[in-house]
């Protein structure tokens, strides 16, 4: 029977982990899942171990949902995919309606990516395309904050603040307008001061709402946000919202950007919105 070291050993020989050293993968007893029940996944050789970051903040129902379970089996009966462009798909449309009751957005409409970087690489492509559709020239970069995250495509990493061990591709990333971090109390106010000086050429402002949680659970108070809404607002500038961790009840609101009293013109949304399927 094949124990935990020899799974290890077979997966550092085939797999790459992201956000990993593989260098020292093998070392740091990685636990190899098998299986998973509720709040516990499981290893190959029967541990049980208490999934505290919900498998990256995904499964935000736990493992192994009977409703969810049955859901997926019921679908797969039906169709597995099939693709969106220049056609619809019965449950998509489906999907798209509940949501749109629930996001805070006016009259939303539904882009799928196939994850967050992926979705936030869509979001500023749609700020972008924007600004050119209606004619205007110029609006083509972005504020951010310090401290950001927001993946690690090519687009993401530009308005991420950086670390992780992606200085390596510093070299790919085009300019944004960077305001303070949210460890920093004047954060908003800075970034309101640089809406108005650069309106010209924003084409978005692109913050997580309430906390950054890549840079150590950084928070500001809720409160804070609505004048960050109305700046970009008076100013004709974009505001696309980055949920993909706090989004689904994460923040105690469904949407964080509900406490923040922010109704966005983008909203980025992912890991909570699969359940971890």
């Given at each position: 029977?094949?124990?935990?070291?020899?799974w290890?050993a077979?997966?550092?020989s085939?797999?790459?982990?992201?956000?990993?050293?593989?260098?020292?993968y093998?070392?740091?007893?990685?636990?190899?899942?098998?299986?998973?029940?509720?709040?516990e996944v499981?290893?190959?050789?029967?541990?049980?171990?208490?999934?505290?970051?919900?498998?990256?903040?995904?499964?935000?129902?736990?493992?192994?949902?009977?409703?969810?379970d049955?859901?997926?089996?019921?679908?797969?009966?039906?169709v597995?995919?099939?693709?969106l462009?220049?056609?619809?798909?019965r449950v998509?449309?489906e999907?798209?309606?509940a949501?749109?009751?629930?996001v805070p957005?006016?009259?939303p409409?539904?882009?799928?990516?196939?994850?967050g970087?992926?979705?936030?690489?869509?979001a500023?492509?749609?700020?972008?395309?924007?600004?050119?559709?209606i004619?205007?020239?110029?609006?083509?970069?972005y504020l951010?904050?310090?401290?950001?995250?927001?993946?690690?495509?090519?687009g993401?990493?530009?308005?991420?603040a950086?670390?992780?061990?992606?200085?390596?591709?510093?070299?790919?990333?085009?300019?944004v307008?960077?305001?303070p971090?949210?460890?920093?109390?004047e954060?908003?106010?800075v970034?309101?001061?640089?809406i108005a000086?650069?309106?010209?050429?924003?084409?978005?402002?692109?913050?997580?709402p309430?906390?950054?949680?890549a840079?150590?659970?950084?928070?500001?108070?809720?409160e804070?946000?609505a004048?960050?809404?109305?700046?970009?607002?008076?100013n004709?500038v974009l505001?696309?919202?980055?949920?993909?961790?706090?989004?689904?009840?994460?923040?105690g609101?469904?949407?964080a950007?509900?406490?923040c009293g922010l109704?966005?013109?983008?909203?980025?949304?992912?890991k909570?919105i699969?359940?971890?399927?």
């Amino acid at each position: 029977m094949t124990d935990q070291g020899d799974w290890i050993a077979r997966d550092a020989s085939v797999v790459w982990h992201g956000f990993t050293q593989m260098a020292a993968y093998s070392d740091n007893s990685p636990v190899i899942v098998e299986r998973a029940e509720g709040r516990e996944v499981i290893d190959v050789d029967g541990n049980r171990y208490l999934d505290a970051i919900s498998s990256l903040w995904v499964t935000t129902l736990g493992h192994r949902v009977p409703e969810l379970d049955a859901a997926a089996r019921d679908q797969l009966d039906r169709v597995a995919h099939s693709t969106l462009l220049g056609n619809g798909n019965r449950v998509v449309i489906e999907f798209a309606e509940a949501l749109a009751l629930r996001v805070p957005v006016e009259a939303p409409h539904f882009l799928f990516a196939s994850d967050g970087a992926a979705a936030i690489e869509q979001a500023l492509k749609i700020a972008f395309q924007y600004w050119t559709n209606i004619g205007v020239k110029g609006r083509n970069t972005y504020l951010a904050f310090g401290g950001a995250y927001h993946g690690d495509t090519i687009g993401s990493l530009s308005i991420g603040a950086g670390g992780f061990g992606t200085d390596i591709f510093d070299p790919l990333r085009f300019p944004v307008m960077r305001a303070p971090g949210f460890d920093t109390p004047e954060a908003i106010d800075v970034a309101i001061e640089m809406i108005a000086e650069n309106c010209a050429s924003l084409a978005a402002v692109v913050i997580e709402p309430l906390v950054q949680g890549a840079a150590g659970m950084e928070m500001l108070p809720a409160e804070e946000f609505a004048k960050l809404g109305i700046a970009c607002r008076d100013n004709d500038v974009l505001l696309i919202c980055d949920e993909v961790a706090t989004g689904f009840g994460r923040t105690g609101t469904l949407f964080a950007s509900e406490q923040c009293g922010l109704s966005p013109d983008l909203l980025v949304i992912g890991k909570g919105i699969t359940g971890g399927y």
